[in-house]
């Protein structure tokens, strides 16, 4: 791991995460640029102490140095956004596979670059849009894949949160918190951090892709580099329309993430905040609700439960079938086949529609709320 | 009452809604153009049928003519958009008070000349955007008026349908319906019928004005001549942003109205399906459920309860407060006293602003989506 | 209308839901023991004054006299609970059709008493068992009577309200309300207040009838002479097994009346305070929900529908349902035929069953909670 | 681990819930009686073979015998309800730790001769009765204990599943599962299985202890041997009531355990389907609901929470917070010290009230739901 030290709640989730199913064990990592502080979460992780490395760079190489039988198979990056792409491709490199936190960089050029090196190193490469762990938000892409909505007409995506409504603490002594400043974060704040989630999360459902977009940002606590508030309109290619608003100011919401999906035929909606229920809206009938661990889930939903019905799950059970998936198709590999057709999770593609989708959103934003046509990046 | 015959659903419940709080007996109208059923929908009401009018105009000189013991002192209309405004302006010019059906009519310039008929009439004019006659609605705007929470940021308003997500079945035979008819309906088919709704919702909560709006208009069921669908980005004056939407193809969706609105200090949320909860979200306390019918509500909220606390209401008591006031404003004209200052209904200054929302919508959306400024209207 | 004085809220609940459909016109009465409230409230509601009378007896002897074009057809009763056998005697002997509020009495066996009267006047008897005219109340009826849920085995009923959680105002003066004062009230509280709403709504869904039971009062406030709390364990005919609690002490609560129904094919769930949700819970299928206004109704259920799907129907319309019932009872025997054989109110045998499952409770909390068989009653 | 082998769904409940805070390490196990099975799980494990053992005897000998650094420190039960306390005895006279399944076991006889062994034995001893480690049922006994209900009166606790609605798989070839089998599973079903996770989950949050209670238990599944349904009236100590009730027949139920708790300033609900809100209902103001992850909790509830607010918390993290405890426990044991006094697990102690409140509940409903007794086993 790389990133993630004590006081950094995301690293802590991934190593939750990543431990769920006992198919990947933590030995290494460097987890702050202050070893000192990387040390300490060495030993907090109980870790061999000389696989704790001062810097990236070392770990990539001394850890390619090692056996195969003892060397690490995976790296998952937990870093800001800018260092993303630089070690992605250090320990792609090196051979390793990669697990990368969204979003996959700052440009979408260094995200073409990327892909390329990816392409090329024949290494599985996750990024971590963890809501589409959710058994539910799979059941509603096998729900839509199977026409049950009929034709897609109008999706509705969003994401609030109030937690930046106020100015950060570290806002307050350095006038910028890392994910306000645009050297480390990029030049989008809400759009890049929580938007792409929204972003992926439609186009996972829906697998409708975005043909032009009209983004307006604010910023709206004083002081501010980058927008804390993104709202967009969306036209798909063939036809059907949308709504994705990101917010980092909506006062007094945690993690409302929400999508709804209208066909010709019937609608869906699903919410992070209660992930067990996904609802079917048919043109003629009662609503649905489907829950997790019951047998009238898709099969490719089904595989996925650890528990009985009723037995809620989380999001670190969520956040758990990223790595479960990436997990899976590195056993394939190191038995000689290719990953399953069927292993589900972020790719590098979705890493560079997501950086297409910010960019493209970035220049509607600039030019007042211009309408801009997406990149054509596959 | 002008319109509302037997098959008329808006007819029925404006009669219920005006019947609930006994301030005020229906004995006269025109229910149908078509003489036969007018006369036979006063048969169901128990009118005397002499009272039951051919036409708007006949009705507007023979009730005037009737001493003023026994003349009506109120119109509703309740027919379709186009004529609001010529059987309004006949009534008031009869000496009447009038109750209207949203929207005001078809075009901004016949609300302003309707507005000076009324200014110089000094009758009574009501618009039925009832929608905020709820309850949790009136406590909603009583609460941004505290200051609870705090400058408002942020509005999102949707309210989506699915009834018109299939062609309705006259627009099988006619191939439009009058909602979808231009000439009955006006220019605009979603956003005047229900988006008018949203925007009144809004304004009423948050008090505040719109500047300048990006429009993005859709018509989804082939063969409609007005859109089906239409989202908006706001701008307000002051520097809040909000998301507008209304759509009649949200399949599976039944009257779902939702607003929330994010301040510097507090947001909150409302739906109209579940209109009796209304949540407020402090920026670090726990949420709060606000239900009808308890002391903790305030005062101009409470003068409304009809029920005690965890007896729902339901849309047509929400309705009938847009009555029960218009009827203390009218009884108290008839004392000689000028109405209330805290009547509570929507008024002509309401309709004015929405259709001048209409008509600027309708602008942006021909431009293809570019931004425009809201005329000025007070 | 006996009873409803202007500070009466259940007087003025009757009167909204028989003016609702326009079937019943409220034009004598005697609102209150005291003459000159009675009088004030008569002028309230625009009557009449001559028909605003002194006592009941002299009402029912004044309207008998009227000739029948004149006189008034129905008398409702919202007088407390020892007056209304009585009431109800006087005017079915001068010939009136009698709606009652519940309990029906305070004995069975005037309960009994009455029936005989009823049986023998060939008038309409209704008593206000008004959580039954809800319209997915009705659904839930059909879905059981359809066999949906398969032979019926457990019922869970509960009915917690908080208002009594603190002594009441007028307790604190003279040590007891009427509610609480047994011989206004008769020997039960909380059980025959709203208890015998949750014994007739589980009877209506179920049709299930209750063979024995063991009952738990408790009187929680100090100074109370009748239980503020109550729970119950029901064996039923045919072996199926029930749980009813009824209390008005469950702080906090508001009118939280709820049912669950389980069956050997299907369970159902609904909440009176969002009354506009029936939910079906199949042994192996997602769950549904079901909503007013929608075709997929049950036709039964259908008919009552005053609104499109989506405008929440509240207290006043279920309330309504029961007068519009009634009513059309009323004009059958009007006109001469007998009433509809699907007239859906609840009847003075529905007041029996709940004033024997009182007594039955009664009998098993004196004796410390010990098993007593119902009575048999039909 | 004792039992949990490959089929078994708890066992992996047990890894998945030990293995996410880092502190425990699963080394060794028999995970069945069948030793291939228990070797095959033991290889899905990635464990040492030679530490897979064929009998809990020979476990409990070999692993006593490895030097301190290298034995195990915790044993988890989770075998059928018979053999829950033989194995925790042979683990606790070998020195270890141990993490049992609830029930305790089969009979009061049994817990309290178990209680003998632990408190002789200075050992951590643990039964997972996973509800009471919900973040929001902390909250909720936090709320209880600073005095914001007041005094308690009812407590309403249900516990409705509906997989045994229809026989079981195995109960159709050989007529009974294990659950059903009283040589297995001892003399109740239902009410052992999850009639005491509610007992629990009450007596956690509201500290009540049961003087007398009265139980109506149903076998509706013919051929069953055990009760499928049960239902308590209880009177507590003090002078509170409560209803419990457990069902494994309702049809359509997950595993809805919902719990109400009434006193005598304000009330509470808590629901294990929706765990992440907790809903307080004050005397007189707005409800509120609570939430995991926020800076309102009470420090006690703060310190489990492992994600920000909105990040729901699901089953497996609850069942985590119980070995985060033990954990804790044995790291102060393991460094010298005695356990934290708040170390929050339930104990020897929890397990000794259930196997009283069984067998109480089994004599009142063999008597044909006469009121009984609770023996005083502190």
Known sequence: MIGGSRDAFIGAIHRMAMRLDDQIELVAGVFSRDSEKSRATGE???LDRRRVYDDYETMAAVEAARPPEERIDLVTITTPNASHVPIAKAFLGAGFHVVCEKPLGVSL?????LREVVRASGRIFALTHNYTGYGMVKE???LVRSGLLGALRKV???YPQGWMSKPLPNEATSNRSWR??????????????????????ARYI???????LCAEFTTFVPGRLLEDDATLLLRYHGGAKGILSASQISIGEENRLRI????????????QEQPNELMIKPAAGPREIRRPGNDYLSSAVRRFGRLPAGHPDGFIEAFGNIYREVARAI?????????PVDCDFPTIDDGVEGMAFVECALQSARAGGLWRSMPEVR
Not at 260 to 271: D, H, I, K, M, Q
């Open 44 to 46: 907090d992780l109980f």
């Open 109 to 113: 050029t260094e995200a073409l670059e």
């Open 140 to 142: 509603a892409r096998e």
């Open 156 to 158: 509705v995506v969003e």
């Open 180 to 201: 306000m400043d645009p050297e480390i974060n990029g030049p989008s704040g809400c759009l890049a951090d929580i938007g792409t989630h929204a972003e992926n999360l």
């Open 206 to 212: 829906t697998g409708l892709r975005i043909k032009a």
């Open 260 to 271: 709804c999906v209208y066909g010709t035929e019937a609608g869906l909606e699903w919410r």
């Open 331 to 339: 056993a394939a590999l190191l038995g000689g086949a290719p990953p």
